[in-house]
């Protein structure tokens, strides 16, 4: 049945039979057995002094079977929420890192935070209870802000950290910084917030727990992106329940974004509550609980400064920032500002000396994490800005400053002077490219021809790298990480040669079982429609981190590269035993083994059936079966990047900027599906699109309230905010990858918000403007501009 | 959503009656804000009246001097009326900007005048063109109905069955959408008629209201030209994180004048 569909082809997406037929299996789609409801109370305030709870109403609601709160807890002695990763400071003092309970214990700290779970036979049963309990709450001033939380007299978010900071990371020579400054001809500054955002996936989060008595077993079904994690740090860490002992399914997911990349406490409190109540507990959270309890994103305040000489070359660049971390550490919270942040500071160029300082901030805000490019968009936005406002200072084209600075395709592998090593790149090809496509020689015609219309066009570059495929375990863990960041796979060979694969990677929208199958197909010769990829359940999928970090072809399709290597290897043995040759001669090509020089061959099949029934097989030197199983720890990070130009029109009158031309060459690596590759550039593109635009969190200050608090006023990019996009790669390969990939889930993410508000800076740069902060929204662009004087079109 | 009783009344008169009769009871049009705020738990009447029975409530009629809207029309069919579009084009245009296609097939013309959501479409077109508001029980001029945030002068009980235009020698609304929800941050209609000039304003302020300056203007020259001068004020305008109050009395300059263009051509 079917052809081998390998590597660099496009067939559609084995997934979305399933998707664009109404058959997925999502969490809120499974139904258990007497399933009851379950409901998150949540603190209405930013910041507030838990006094005491009062459940008796709430008990005696119809239906009502459980009400839990932090002293339930407290009670059973649970863990609390661990963090994954525990950085230090540049005296290497730990950070700071208080206790982030299930349910709330003694305060609340943002609003959203979890102060107790009711548990009743029907959702709106649960719903009526929860609004029946009693919450005594005395009320404290709330801080939001990172630069208003460190100031003296701050609230206060923890006795122990002092003015809220968390940690005072830094990275890189300091004094050689400071040393190049002092030489240099010329000093670009540019403060800048990196706006908060918030993830919105399609799905919402949800969860569904169940206790079995008889086996003394817990399975929790979950909207994660690593399920395999959530069991570790639930099961071993929070929870106390062993390993064996503990299902995690991770089913059809709708979208993540790394929203659902961390163990969340409601996990914790349902696959508890469903022992406590011998019932299966199902949540399923509104669009507006998600926008007060999934992880929110970036939320910079930063001051960069880059030194130059007279021409044009960059000497130095020295990066201070404060990130906001929310209320508590969540899983991969304080890694992101920091290591996914400070060695990306070095971009595409040479630039000599790098030093950067993060001060990570707690503040009474939803806790902040990783978000698809999680640290790299922050980074690269502050870089490729500053250097737009040096080749304006200094009167050199932006291009050219770009060029000036470059590493060469032929200076790579490329040690920068913040910890990581380049192994391959060509980030100038990546730009000619790019200029091209862009029709980037006409510009001045489109502009004019705006101008004729009273609109401002505006061309802006990102020529960037970022650094994934996480991670190298060891690299990690000396940087702070507590646990491997590897992946696993296991190649199933089935008696009449049909494939299954296990993989510890998660599809929530990438096109994985599509993707893997193809490099099972071109691996092994079988047809791509016998090979299918299960994912998403400990019980069974031997191990896995998870997807995160653009690591599930990079790391996950490498161990899936080296386990089909395995059985190559193995049929080789089996096949010379079979035809009698040493497994020497034996070759493996398009789905035969055969003796080289010879016409004696076996087929795939005929050597899966030959292993599984073992009448004529070599049982004193090889066991029966074919099923092999590799784990895979990156030897690198990868280092993807390219180069990406907006083009946009501003309408000077309402201030609105309309994105007009969008054009990204990418160096990915091996690309496996360029249709898949593809629409992960469009839909990364279009969430840089929207944090450089539309997209951003506000809170009230004092009262810590969530502003942006619903679809109604977050504003998500839609279809008709883009223009149709020109997506090409320019790949070189990496060099440690079995396949050369280099990962494609963020880089669109990634390069794009620079490059919109440098388009958005060069519209306006006529009238004066040198920096507009994210969201470039009408107001504030109109703002601007009346703060420019601009004369009024006439009409 | 809180369970309530539904009722879905064949008469107008039963529909007064139950509305009158049942503490707090809430009449259901498309429900295109109802339903989202019994979901989130914002609201619990009791009694949902629904009017989708009274099919004589749907439909646009045209009597040479005015065209007649039951208050159950959908935007949809305001929005793709051949006679709306010959007579009032501006009012089509404007029927077809509100919200998105689904809301625009659910929603209802007498829903959101009865609704006045401050930065809904509609009371703009209601207000400019002068329309009367027909309800069950009398007949209300647009400048007497809209009252503020969320305020009409309907009476309990009373319930909107059409709404009236007049036919406008030229008419056009122009609306700056507010990025995520794509409500009106600020819409103006502009209605010529041969005895001066109606301008109103949605989506700025508590309400819908109009702007005598820009009216006497236009009335002397129907031109963008003439208003592109006038300012209004600040006082009374809404700043909220998508748009600071200043910002929003120069687009009520701004889209006066896209409607005025809109209008004439």
Known sequence: MGNVIGIGASPKRKEDQRFLTGRGN??????????????????????????????????????????????????????????????????????????????????????????????????????????????????????VGVLEAVRPGAPQLFDDVPNNICCDWELGDKAAVETAFRKAAHVAKLSLVNNRLIGNPMEPRAAIAEYEPGTDRFTLWTTSQFPHVVRFLMGALVLNIPQHKLRVVAPDVGGGFGVKQFHYGEEAVITWAAKRVMRPIKWVASRSEGYVSDRHGRDHVTEAELALDETGKFLAFRVNTLANMGGYLSTFGPNIPTNLYGPLLGGVYTTPAIYCNVKVVFTNTVPVDAYRGAGRPEATFVLERIVDVAASEMGIDRVEIRRRNMIPKEAYPYQTPVLVQYDSGDPMGCL??????????????????????????????????????????????????????????????????????????????????????????????????????????????????GTYGSRSLVVGGAALSKATDKVVAKGKKIAAHLLEAAE?????????????????????????????????????????????????????????????????????????????????????????????????????????????LYENAVYDEGSGQLLSGSLMDYCMPRADHMPMMKIATHSTLCTHTPMGVK???????????????????????????????????????????????????AE | MKPFAYH??????????????????????????????????????????????????????????????????????????????????????????????????????????ANNDPAADYPAGVLGLGATVVTSTREIAADGFFRGLFETALEPGEIITALRFPMPLKAGYAKFKAPASRYALVGVFVAKFADGVRVAVTGAGSGVFRVPPMEEALSRSFDPSAIAAIRIDTDGLTSDIHAEADYRAHLVTVMAKRAVDAAVS
């Open chain 1, 26 to 143: 999502y969490v809120s789609d499974i139904k258990r057995p007497g399933m009851t409801a379950g409901v998150f109370v949540r603190s209405p305030h930013g910041h507030a002094i838990l006094r005491s709870i009062d459940k008796s109403a709430a008990l005696a609601s119809p239906g009502v079977i459980a009400v839990l709160t932090g002293e339930d807890a407290a009670a059973d002695k649970l863990g609390s929420l661990p963090c994954g990763w525990g950085i230090t400071d540049a005296k290497g003092v730990p950070m700071k890192e208080p206790p982030f309970p299930m349910l709330a214990q003694g305060k609340v700290r943002f609003v959203g935070d979890m102060v107790a779970f009711v548990v009743a036979e029907t959702p709106a049963q649960a719903s009526a209870a929860a609004e029946l309990l009693t919450v005594d709450y005395e009320v404290l001033p709330s801080v």
């Open chain 1, 743 to 793: 990962g494609c889930g963020e880089v669109g993410t990634i390069g794009s918000p620079a490059a919109v508000i440098n388009a958005v800076v060069d519209a306006l740069s006529h009238l004066g403007v040198t920096h507009v902060d994210m969201p470039a929204t009408p107001n504030r662009i109109w703002r601007l501009l009346q703060n420019a004087s601009l004369p009024v079109a």
């Open chain 1, 584 to 692: 020497v001669d034996i070759q493996f090509e398009a789905g035969k083994f055969s003796v080289a020089g010879t016409d004696r061959m076996k087929t795939f099949e005929e050597i899966a059936g030959a292993a599984y029934v073992p009448h004529d097989y070599p049982l004193e030197v090889l066991e029966p079966g074919l099923e092999e199983q590799a784990y895979y720890d990156p030897v690198n990070f990868t280092y993807p990047g390219g180069c990406h130009i907006a083009e946009v029109e501003i309408d000077p009158e309402t201030g609105t900027v309309t994105l007009v031309n969008y054009t990204a060459v990418d160096d990915v690596g091996t690309v496996i599906n360029p249709m898949i590759v593809e629409g992960q550039l469009h839909g990364g593109i279009v969430q840089g699109v929207g944090q450089a």
């Open chain 2, 8 to 113: 879905q009344p064949d008469r107008i008169p039963d529909a007064a009656k139950l509305l009158t009769s049942i503490e707090d009871s809430k009449l259901l049009a498309g429900g295109m804000t109802l339903i989202p705020t019994l979901k989130q738990r914002l609201a619990s009447p009791p009694a949902l009246v629904d009017l989708s029975r009274l099919g004589h409530l749907k439909g646009i009629t045209d009597d040479g001097a005015t065209i007649t809207i039951g208050a159950m029309t959908p935007h949809a069919v305001v929005a793709a009326s051949k006679l709306v579009k010959a007579k009032i084009p501006g009012l089509a245009a404007l029927a077809s900007m509100i919200g998105d296609p689904a809301v625009r097939i659910r929603g209802t013309i007498g829903g959101s005048v």
């Open chain 1, 432 to 545: 000619d490219g790019a200029l091209v496509a862009a029709d980037v020689k006409n510009f001045g015609i489109r502009k004019a021809e705006s101008a004729r219309r009273g609109k401002f066009r505006g061309l802006g570059y990102s020529t960037y790298v970022e650094a994934c495929g996480l991670a190298p375990s060891r690299f990690a863990g000396r940087l702070g990480a507590r646990g491997g960041l590897y992946e696993s796979a296991t190649v199933r060979v089935h008696p009449t040669g049909q494939v299954t694969v296990m993989i510890g990677t998660h599809n929530h929208g990438q096109g994985h079982e599509t993707t893997f199958a193809q490099i099972v197909s071109e691996k092994l010769g079988v047809a791509f429609d016998n090979v299918d990829i299960v994912f998403g359940d400990t019980d069974r999928v031997q191990f896995g981190m």
